[in-house]
């Protein structure tokens, strides 16, 4: 009766966490001396947040303020994939920040060959954009967990459905 033991890695993110953070970001705009009269706009998106502001200088402050609300709200820096700098009308100028999610085949498939290659006892299979991981033992588990951890991807992983 031996049962297997399994979890997902994942690429993802709290979306209502980067609500309250873009939020924040808003309302720090709006109370420092620097950035007051800036008319500086950060709207959040379906997939992207895109900020509006009068220089590279205020579009500067305003990424620092960014990663430092997502950072205490447990974001992963990953999450943010920032484009290219646009001018946008009136000397102003724009630059939209991709939000990534999901694990790309490339990476799905250097986690899994990773596992593969150290980890005889277990198996990864991909699944769309999670890599499923499963093994007779916990221990085993656990172990590829913190393996997986030690690798640094250009994408934010988690751990989900442990069972």
Known sequence: MASTYSFDIVSDFDRQELVNAIDQVCRDI????????????????????TVNTDSEFTLQAVHTILREKAAKRNLSQKIFEFGKIESASGNRVRQEITLKKGISQDIAKQISKLIRDEYKKVQASIQSDAVRVSAKSKDDLQAVMQRVKQEDYPVALQFTNYR
């Open 30 to 49: 709006k109370s420092r001396y620097d950035l007051k009269d800036t008319n500086t706009t950060v709207e959040l998106g379906e997939t992207k947040i």
